[in-house]
DNA sequence: ATCCTAATTGAAAAGACTTTTCAATTAGGA
DNA sequence: TCCTAATTGAAAAGTCTTTTCAATTAGGAT
């Protein structure tokens, strides 16, 4: 099932939310493409539906979306990181670093490897964060 | 082999840098503990060995000593991050996150993982950062 | 041991990014 | 349509990092 504009705006009144303009220019700003967007980037983007969008805004908005899971933040090769939109649960994203392009991968195949970085460690692991980047299947055939 | 002072500031001369007071109270910081540093805390614990260590110099020697790859950067479960010393090569870090306290896995068992991601989105996976949480084998007997 | 010079330093300023404050506006139920 | 709490944008404040630049320092050459 594919985000549309009304999927998203459901699960944002869902959590009791308001839909406003602002916010709706947000998620425009996120569907209108596959990559990670600054908040600078959703703002430029999100002014295009809502003219006086203001950046203050886009970081309260991510930061409300964030918290019922409808974007998430992508640490990209710099450090620095974007939001794209979310599906539930736990995810990977891999990043294209040419054009910067996401998939999403569903489900998580450490198991294995975490076992035994518990067993190895002593630690009891209670979460992870992968980054996988790599180059797109476009991006391959140009040098 | 466990990092030495001596050690570490024989990497830094190889590399073809002067071994200063500032670049030593670097040092001695980030030995002084197994915990991701910020470069505040750096400062603050390396004024014990070099007075007037200034903030800007911190910064520098990172950059320097994680472009030799004497030092590594961990990112928190915030996502601003500290540093750590680091062995070459690739390595994952596991870190309690109760107490921050490290430890650094070598290698890595992602292999077959990362096939996986890569028949399933068509992407040449060039790279993957990875942070693992959990909690020491003394946090977990503190609730 | 002393000299010399490029590398390095700290302070101050600038820059980038994020959060707080607050009066004005708005969404959506009554 | 009215009402009110939620939301907004602008401005200010705050945090972190980088740049600039004159002064200092490490370490090789004498
Ligand atoms: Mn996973
Ligand atoms: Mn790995
Ligand atoms: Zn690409
Ligand atoms: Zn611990």
Redo the contacts with the bound molecule.
């Keep these: 099932m594919t985000a549309t504009l009304e999927t998203l705006a459901q699960q944002?009144?869902e959590h009791?939310?308001?839909?406003?303009?602002?916010?709706c220019?947000v998620l425009h700003a996120l569907l209108s493409t596959a990559k990670p967007l600054?908040?600078?980037e959703i703002q430029a983007l999100g002014q295009g539906f809502?003219a006086?969008?203001?950046?203050?805004?886009?970081?309260?908005?991510l930061?409300?979306m964030e918290e019922i899971e409808l974007v998430r933040p992508v640490h990209l090769a710099d450090g620095?990181?974007g939001y794209v939109l979310a599906t539930p649960g736990h995810t990977h994203h891999v990043i294209c670093e040419r054009c910067h392009a996401v998939i999403e991968i569903s489900g998580c195949g450490m198991g294995d490897f975490l076992n035994f970085v518990a067993e190895r460690t002593g630690y009891r692991i209670t979460g992870h964060w992968l980054e996988i980047s790599g180059l797109c299947a476009d991006c391959q055939h140009i040098p």
């Design positions: 944002l009144r009791g939310h308001k839909l406003t303009q602002p916010r220019a600054s908040p600078a809502c006086d969008l203001g950046l203050v805004t886009v970081y309260r908005t930061e409300l620095c990181h």
